[in-house]
C-alpha cells in the first residue's frame, strides 16, 4: 500500500478534530439532562485544563512572560472564547445538535466580512456576494418568524460572532506566543466561569455516569485542540481546510443516534447553501494568495534582473 499524503493526512486529521469536537458537545448535551450547563462546564473544565496544563508544562509553555500588547490580546482572545463558549453551549442545550453546529459553520464567511471591515483587507464582490447567499443560508436553519422558530438559535449567531474576536485577536498575537499557553488561558478562564455560575443555583450530586461523560468530553476537547494544531503542521491549508465542514456530518448523525433529531428540509438546504459558500470563500482567498504570491515572485526576479542589468551597464 503506497504511503498516505501529507495532503491526506492533514484531511484525516481535520475530520477527526471536528468529530472530537462534535463529540465534546454531544457528551455537554447529554450532561446537561442532568444538571446545570454551568456546572457541566465546571466538571469538564478541571479534566481539559488539566490535561492543557500537562502538555504545556512539558513544552515549557505554561507559564509565559507576555509583552503588554500580547497581553491584552490575550485578555481579549479568552473574552471572545468565554462568550463563544456560553452562548454556544447554551444554544446547543436547547436546539438539534446539527442546527447549532450548522449555524456555527458560517465562522468562515463572518471572518472575511470581519476582516474586510476592521483590517481593511481587499474582498472582492464574489466573496461579499457569497457572504450575502451564505447568510441567506444561516437564515434558513434560524428561520426568524416561522412557527417553529427557536430564540436560542440567536444566541448561537451571538457564539459565530464572540469566535470572530477570538480570532481576529489571535491573529494580531506575535508569533512566538505558544499556541499551548494561550489555550491553557482560555481553558482555565472557562472553568473558572463554570465555578462562578454553579453557585448561582444548586449543585446536583454528580453521578459516576455524569463523571464520565463529562470526563469524556474534557478528552475530547483537548484531543480536538491538538489535532486541530497537528492538521495546521501537514499538508496544505488550502487542500485542508474544506474538511472542516466534515463536522456537519458527525453532527447529522449523532444527532439522530443519541437524540433522534432528523433535520427537515429548510435546514438541510440552509446547510448546504453554507457549506458551499464557505468552500467558495475559502477557494477564493486560496487562488488570491497564490496570484499575490506569484506576483511578489515575479517582481523580485524583475528587480534583481534590473539590477543585473545596471550592474552590466556600469561595467
Not at 97 to 121: G, M
Not at 219 to 245: D, H, K, N, Q, S
Amino acid at each position: 500500500m503506497a504511503p498516505m499524503s501529507d495532503n491526506m493526512r492533514g484531511a484525516a486529521l481535520m475530520m477527526g478534530s471536528m468529530a472530537a469536537f462534535v463529540t465534546n458537545d454531544t457528551l455537554i448535551k447529554l450532561a446537561s439532562q442532568e444538571m446545570s450547563l454551568f456546572q457541566a462546564i465546571l466538571v469538564r473544565g478541571i479534566f481539559a485544563t488539566l490535561l492543557i496544563a500537562v502538555v504545556a508544562w512539558r513544552q515549557k509553555a505554561l507559564l509565559v512572560r507576555l509583552p503588554p500588547n500580547d497581553r491584552r490580546l490575550v485578555v481579549l482572545r479568552t473574552t471572545g472564547e468565554v462568550g463563544a463558549t456560553v452562548c454556544f453551549l447554551t444554544a446547543l442545550i436547547n436546539m438539534p445538535l446539527a442546527n447549532a453546529t450548522a449555524i456555527l459553520q458560517s465562522v468562515p464567511l463572518a471572518l472575511t466580512l470581519a476582516a474586510a471591515i476592521f483590517l481593511k483587507e481587499p474582498v472582492g464582490w464574489r466573496r461579499y456576494a457569497a457572504i450575502i447567499i451564505g447568510f441567506g443560508g444561516v437564515m434558513m436553519i434560524v428561520r426568524p418568524g416561522a412557527a417553529d422558530f427557536n430564540s436560542y438559535s440567536l444566541l448561537a449567531l451571538a457564539a459565530v460572532g464572540f469566535i470572530v474576536l477570538r480570532e481576529l485577536t489571535t491573529y494580531r498575537l506575535s508569533p512566538g506566543i505558544p499556541s499551548l499557553h494561550v489555550a491553557f488561558v482560555a481553558s482555565a478562564a472557562i472553568l473558572v466561569l463554570g465555578a462562578g455560575g454553579s453557585t448561582l443555583g444548586p449543585w446536583t450530586p454528580m453521578t459516576a455516569y455524569g463523571v464520565i461523560v463529562l470526563a469524556g468530553a474534557g478528552l475530547c476537547l483537548f484531543a480536538g485542540y491538538v489535532l486541530a494544531v497537528m492538521t495546521m503542521r501537514v499538508g496544505e491549508i488550502g487542500f485542508v481546510t474544506p474538511f472542516r465542514y466534515s463536522i456537519l456530518i458527525w453532527a447529522i448523525i449523532l444527532g439522530m443516534v443519541v437524540f433522534g433529531d432528523i433535520p427537515d428540509v429548510w435546514t438541510v438546504l440552509g446547510i448546504t447553501i453554507v457549506v458551499m459558500t464557505g468552500l467558495f470563500t475559502i477557494y477564493r482567498e486560496r487562488k488570491l494568495s497564490r496570484q499575490a504570491a506569484a506576483e511578489r515572485t515575479r517582481d523580485t526576479t524583475t528587480g534583481h534582473a534590473a539590477a543585473r542589468r545596471s550592474e552590466a551597464d556600469e561595467g
